[in-house]
């Protein structure tokens, strides 16, 4: 198993920004694709972004496109979603995740969750 530790959230204006990390263990030793979900209070857990094992893999949610960048570093175990132009809506607990087989947008395509960080945005 991969553990996995969110960080960068907190409270920000509307069209401010935010930039979430997920650390991985230092035992994990391949290389993974990786995803962002979030969930809001009362509503289920969504897909933000994916990232996989090649150039341009990358993948947005529509609600997100164009405002939110998912990258990452290999060398340092981290992930990142980098969040621009803050909306109330994207108010949410965000979660990264392992990404395992199948459709990239889908929760039961990820093997392994951090804890979560919060992302409150004010308006």
């Known amino acids: 198993q991969v553990q996995l530790v969110e960080s960068g959230g907190g409270l920000v204006q509307t069209g401010g920004s935010l930039r979430l990390s997920c650390v991985a263990s230092?035992?994990?030793?391949?290389?993974?694709?990786m995803g962002w979900f979030r969930q809001a209070p009362g509503k289920e857990r969504e897909f933000v972004a994916y990232?996989?094992?090649?150039?341009?893999?990358?993948r947005y949610a529509d609600s997100v496109k164009g405002r939110f960048a998912i990258s990452r570093d290999n060398a340092k175990r981290t992930f990142y979603l980098q969040m621009n132009s803050l909306k109330p809506e994207d108010t949410a607990v965000y979660y990264c995740?392992?990404?395992?087989?199948?459709?990239?947008?889908?929760?039961?395509?990820?093997?392994?969750w951090g804890q979560g960080t919060q992302v409150t945005v004010s308006s």
């Open positions: 230092k035992e994990t030793g391949s290389t993974y694709a």
């Open positions: 995740a392992t990404y395992y087989s199948g459709a990239y947008d889908q929760l039961r395509s990820y093997n392994d």
């Open positions: 990232i996989g094992w090649v150039e341009d893999s990358e």
